[in-house]
């Protein structure tokens, strides 16, 4: 542990040994109109930065601006002084000038202020450097403007503009770029018109800038002094331009891109202050500066501002090849591509499950109705086949009566017509009609239910006693002519349920017809039908037995009787039992048969249903 | 005045045709069953029967086959609540005037009595 602290520390010790041999190289930084002044200000940063990476040594970094480049007549008189007090007792190792106007200001005054010190002019364009008085300590790291390549990015993008207003101010540097642009842009005057703003006020500028027609375009080149004299710092001179124009702004300078400007073919600072940097070490590392020849750096690929593209509605189809399309905002599909990917999944896998429910649901709902019609028309048939088999029974008991009455009427419309009537007799006879359409509607209404071809479920509370009794009317015919006695046994509690009362009347009528089709063989008089029924208040059921006095169940059928198209007899369709079990069992309650004294007896249990009193 | 023999079990029917035959001008013997019928036929001198086929004990048809085999030939109507044609065939196969079904008028009944005579 302790030999690892001494380790620590003799490292650290040996590592600031090595930094105290190695002087920090002074370097005066030269700006032009400010430290904050647009775009010289972004040169002199990114130089720094590349300077301090690049150097081995320390830097001692001095800055002054040469105010006086602001103001054309200005005296630099004191300002050379100042430099001169400033750095007599303090060795300069390298001198860069930013921008050209100290660059020329370094030129005039390097005799008297550092005659054999290296300088390095950069932050300059290359028509703005007297290379001819440059001297073996001086050397040019230049940018190269192409003006042409400005407007014809402009025309590119936008081919109907009629109209370029070019911003600039009217300082001695403008006013030589001015006339630079002129030169650049006259071969281009046949195709649009070039607006000069160089003779306004930047507030004059401001206010036409604001009112420019619709398809005009802006060419911000410079601005530093306006025509009244009034310094601007570029950078913000742009931003308020911006805020009031309508119409997109072009600058060829990197430095503006991003703070409004559409873009194109752009100078790039960073590749000229690597480079400027580059040179100033090597210098300062003692190469002559008069050997070291640059080229001017030009303009890099074009780039462009995508939400000033959005802006002015200019496709990226229309941008030359290798653009590149910066500061995009990222819709909701970029910015939350995973998230939104993963949303949308889900949303896909529920509406996905969803669907399927639904699907099933309906599957599942159409299925039911499907049995559920079926069943009622199996229920129906059923009840058809054993309305079939009571025809004639039924026949039967109607017409009965109903020969009764014919005959009974037509023997009093021939009583009618003696003389005298007698009306006693007559009178007799029409009590006796009367009698006997009571009878046959009674039958009528006791068969109405079993004939209904109904196929709606009918709900109902009732009482099971009175099925009972309604069954027993529309058997009695047919046991009678089976000479079948058929006897009830009906509790005196009644017997409420809930269900479609044809539904039961149904049950009991298979079971009344099996019992009396078991008994088919058996002698007469000794055939006996007989149904009950009972409450269960324990259980809170009803019971119905029919018991019948055939020869019984083989015990190995019992259960298997219940089971479709099990039947023992030849007409039979197999059917009456499984139905009447699943019309029991849709109401909650059970069937079963058994043996009993050798008869059979089926009976089947109901839920009490609890009747609201009212 | 003829004499009409009828067996019916059905109270009402058998009251509504004694009244019918009699208002028609008949005498009427009713019974209510083929038992009944055959305990007194010795006496009866009914020229024609008018019998339901469908009755609680001896049947209709069974009625007639007993005449016949007992050498009875009355003229027989049958008459029945339940139409079929295995009931129909039973009928005429055993031999009879007519073969009514209920209900029927009066018309029909006098036709087939009026061919017994």
Request: glycine share 6%; net charge negative; proline share 5%.
């Given at each position: ?379 129906r048939?059923?009840r058809v086949v054993t309305a079939n088999?009571l025809s004639?029974?039924i ?48 039958i009528i209404v006791g068969l109405r239910n079993l004939l209904n071809n109904r ?19 529309i ?27 044809i539904?039961?009347q149904?049950?009991?009528l ?105 | ?117």
């Amino acid at each position: 542990m302790a030999t690892r602290a001494f380790l620590s520390v003799l490292a650290l010790l040996l590592a600031m040994t090595g930094e105290a041999f190695s002087e920090p190289k002074r370097v005066l930084l030269l700006h032009s109109f400010g430290r904050d002044f647009a775009p010289w200000s972004e040169y002199a940063r990114t130089f720094r930065d590349e300077l301090n990476q690049q150097s081995p040594d320390p830097i001692d970094l001095y800055e002054a601006s040469l105010a006086t480049a602001r103001f054309p007549d200005e005296e630099e008189g004191p300002f050379v002084e100042y430099l001169r007090v400033l750095f007599a007792k303090r060795r300069l190792d390298l001198v860069v000038a930013i921008g050209s106007p100290a660059v020329g200001f370094i030129q005039r005054h390097r005799q008297e202020l550092f005659p054999s010190i290296p300088a390095v002019y950069t932050g300059v364009e290359r028509r703005r450097v007297s290379y001819a008085t440059l001297t073996a300590s001086d050397a040019v790291v230049a940018i190269n403007n192409d003006f042409a390549a400005v407007v014809e990015n402009i025309l590119h993008l936008l081919p109907e503009t009629p109209d370029i207003v070019v911003v600039i101010g009217n300082s001695p540097i403008e006013k030589f770029w001015t006339e630079q642009l002129r030169i650049a842009f006259r071969p281009f005057e046949k195709r649009v018109k070039f607006t000069w703003f160089n003779d306004l006020s930047f507030e004059e500028m401001l206010k036409r800038a604001a009112t420019l027609p619709r398809r005009s375009a802006i060419f911000f080149a410079l601005l530093s002094v306006d025509a009244a004299g009034v310094p601007h710092e570029a950078g913000k001179a742009l931003d308020r331009l911006c805020a009031v124009a309508d119409v997109p702004v072009f600058s060829e300078s990197s430095v503006f891109f991003g703070r409004g400007i559409v873009g194109g073919p752009l100078n790039s600072i960073t590749a000229l202050s690597r480079e400027a940097a580059s040179v100033s070490v090597r210098i300062m590392g003692g190469e002559s500066p008069g050997s070291i020849k640059t080229t001017p750096i030009g303009f890099s690929a074009p780039r462009y501002d995508w939400r000033e593209l959005q802006r002015w509605n200019i496709s990226e189809n229309q941008l030359p090849v290798g653009s590149e399309v910066v500061f995009r905002v990222p819709g909701m599909w970029e910015q939350y591509r995973s998230q939104v990917t993963v949303g949308l999944a889900v949303l896909l896998l529920q509406a996905v499950v969803i669907s399927w429910l639904l699907f099933e649901r309906s599957r599942r709902r159409k299925a039911e109705e499907e049995a559920g019609l079926r069943r009622r028309e199996v229920v129906r048939l059923n009840r058809v086949v054993t309305a079939n088999v009571l025809s004639s029974s039924i026949a039967h008991e109607l017409n009965q009566p109903l020969g009764a009455i014919l005959s009974n009427t037509e023997a009093a419309q021939i009583l009618l017509k003696s003389n005298p009537p007698d009306l006693t007799q007559i009178g007799d006879i029409l009590g006796d009609i009367v009698r006997d359409e009571q009878r046959a509607s009674e039958i009528i209404v006791g068969l109405r239910n079993l004939l209904n071809n109904r196929n709606e479920t009918d709900l109902q509370y009732f009482d099971l006693n009175d099925t009972v009794q309604e069954v027993v009317r529309i058997v009695a015919p047919e046991a009678a002519r089976r000479k079948i006695a058929l006897t009830t046994e009906c509790t005196p509690d009644a017997l409420p349920v809930r269900s479609d009362p044809i539904h039961l009347q149904q049950v009991m009528l298979n079971l009344a017809m099996n019992g009396m089709d078991a008994m088919e063989g058996c002698e007469a008089g000794t055939r006996n039908l007989k149904i009950r029924t009972q409450q269960n208040p324990e259980s809170g059921t009803v019971e119905v037995t029919v018991a019948d006095s055939g020869k019984g169940i083989p015990e190995e059928n019992l259960t298997s009787i219940f089971d479709a198209f099990f039947t023992t007899k030849p007409q039979g369709t197999g059917l009456g039992l499984p139905i009447a079990r699943t019309i029991i069992q849709t109401y909650g309650g059970t069937i079963w048969a058994e043996n009993r004294d050798r008869s059979a007896v089926f009976s089947f249990r109901l839920p009490l249903a609890k009747v609201v009193a009212g | 005045m003829r004499t009409i023999a009828v067996v019916e079990d059905d109270p009402s029917m058998l009251q509504g045709l004694s009244r019918l035959l009699s208002a028609l001008g008949f005498r009427v013997d009713g019974f209510a069953s083929a038992e009944s019928f055959l305990d007194s036929l010795a006496q009866c001198e009914a020229a024609c029967l008018v019998v339901d086929i469908h009755l609680g004990g001896i049947s209709g048809i069974d009625l007639k086959r007993k005449l016949v085999a007992s050498g009875n030939d009355f003229p027989v109507i049958f008459i029945t609540a339940v139409d079929s044609e295995a009931t129909r065939q039973a009928a005429v196969d055993a031999g009879c005037v007519a073969y009514l079904r209920k209900p029927f008028l009066s018309k029909l009944l006098v036709e087939a009595i009026s061919q017994v005579s």
